[in-house]
């Protein structure tokens, strides 16, 4: 079985971070495991508050999980400040993982900053340059580059800007648009565009965790960047499809719909 590793936040909602990460890894059958950055009050209608986990804890978890358990995949979610991003920049360089999926989680649903604006450029200097991928979404891509995106052409020439910031693959995912969702791969010499339906519903809590995260686990069992991509799409549209109304606010999407379908235990 393959070994994936999260490195984010804990969301107490279930819908997000590194439960959200663990779902998606056991749904795609690979074995998960999780390095906490943060603890997060949160659930369907807000980010509340944030406690960091400290630098020295990070990375006595990195060191634990690395020298014992191989990893094949990883993905790293929220990581909210300056001495966090260091501390696992310094232990990726140490182990040198493959497979790297970085999501640039910085700012909630809610609008909660879950990145430090005094991170921001640790984040792009020191994590960008590891990553495999890099899945940012407009508002994220627009921070990253300092560009305004508002069409396809801004989308292409913003991952061009990411990808010479050090990365080897960027997927900006353009569901804030207007229009046709399309999500824009590029590797540095062509693109790859990925168009989705939109799906008429308020409960996408998760569902960037859930795609970088899907993608960790494609890239672990051995599939190329495109594949990945295109398996993970149709992994989150699925999810997100068959959402589940929990909560007063935006509910999480299904984690599990095609495991529950095949076990019969769906009506």
């Known amino acids: 079985m393959k070994k994936v590793l999260t490195i984010a936040g804990s969301d107490s909602s279930g819908g997000a971070g590194i439960q959200a990460d663990l779902k998606t890894f056991s749904a795609h059958g690979t074995f998960g495991m999780s390095i906490i950055t943060a ?3 949160q659930n369907t209608q807000g980010v509340f508050a944030v406690q960091d986990i400290t630098p020295d804890i990070i990375k006595e978890q990195i060191k634990a999980i690395f020298e014992d358990i191989s990893v094949d995949g990883l993905k790293i979610g929220m990581v ?25 989680v910085m700012v909630s649903k809610s609008g909660f900053h879950l990145l430090k604006t005094e991170a921001e450029n640790t984040l792009i200097d020191k994590l960008l340059p590891l990553a495999t991928i890099i899945t940012p979404n407009i508002p994220e891509a627009e921070v990253i580059t300092k560009l305004k995106i508002q069409r396809l052409e801004d989308m292409e020439l913003a991952a061009k800007k990411i990808y010479n910031m050090g990365t080897k693959n960027v997927l900006i995912k353009g569901g804030h648009l207007d229009g046709e969702a399309i999500d824009v791969l590029f590797n540095g010499s062509e693109f790859k565009y990925f168009n989705a339906k939109r799906i008429n519903t308020k409960n996408t809590h998760g569902t ?14 051995g ?3 495109e594949k990945s991509v295109l398996n993970a799409k149709e992994y989150i549209t699925t999810a997100i499809e068959h959402s ?4 007063k606010g935006v509910g999480p999407t299904n984690h599990f719909y095609t495991l529950y379908k095949k076990a019969g235990m769906l009506k």
């Not at 960037?208 to 069992?221: D, H, M, R, V, Y």
């Open 244 to 247: 589940l109304s929990i909560g």
């Open 80 to 104: 909210s400040q300056i001495e966090t991003i260091e501390t696992i920049a310094d232990g990726l360089k140490y182990y040198n993982p493959k497979n790297i999926v970085l999501d640039p």
């Open 39 to 41: 603890v997060t009050a």
């Open 208 to 221: 960037g965790c859930t795609l970088s995260a899907a993608i960790a686990s494609n890239l672990a069992k």
């Open 223 to 225: 599939y190329g960047i």
